[in-house]
């Protein structure tokens, strides 16, 4: 059984910094996509950052030279640093995981696409 849980997230001043964890077990594929998602109230789900096991890495527009994904594979753990937080960044964001097949180059960024997620963990920025 996957699963995911997410840690770090917090209050933080507008121009501040979080760095998110999502700790994974139970995934027993080698190739995966990976990534955080957030959802604000009254907004729909979006994809934040995604992280396939190969391809291209993508972010959403709003978030680009200011948050970053990572991993680390001995831990187990996808990361989201997140610098220069704006008062547009609250929300409650999710780590979420799927199988990536052989034949797609780049992981989706759409919510649907993914398998399996983790609670979410919320994000609050004053200014």
């Known amino acids: 059984q996957v699963q995911l849980v997410e840690s770090g997230g917090g209050s933080v001043q507008a121009g501040g910094s979080l760095r998110l964890s999502c700790a994974v077990s139970?995934?027993?594929?080698?190739?995966?996509?990976m990534g955080w998602f957030r959802q604000a109230p009254g907004k729909e789900r979006e994809g934040v950052a995604i992280?396939?096991?190969?391809?291209?890495?993508p972010y959403a527009d709003s978030v680009k030279g200011r948050f970053t994904i990572s991993q680390d594979n001995a831990k187990n753990t996808l990361y989201l640093q997140m610098n220069s937080l704006q008062p547009e960044d609250p929300a409650m964001y999710y780590c979420?995981?799927?199988?990536?097949?052989?034949?797609?180059?780049?992981?989706?960024?759409?919510?649907?696409?993914?398998?399996?997620w983790g609670q979410g963990t919320q994000v609050t920025v004053s200014s």
């Open positions: 992280l396939g096991s190969d391809g291209p890495t």
């Open positions: 979420a995981t799927m199988r990536k097949q052989w034949f797609v180059y780049s992981c989706g960024t759409r919510d649907n696409e993914y398998q399996y």
């Open positions: 139970g995934y027993k594929y080698s190739t995966y996509c």
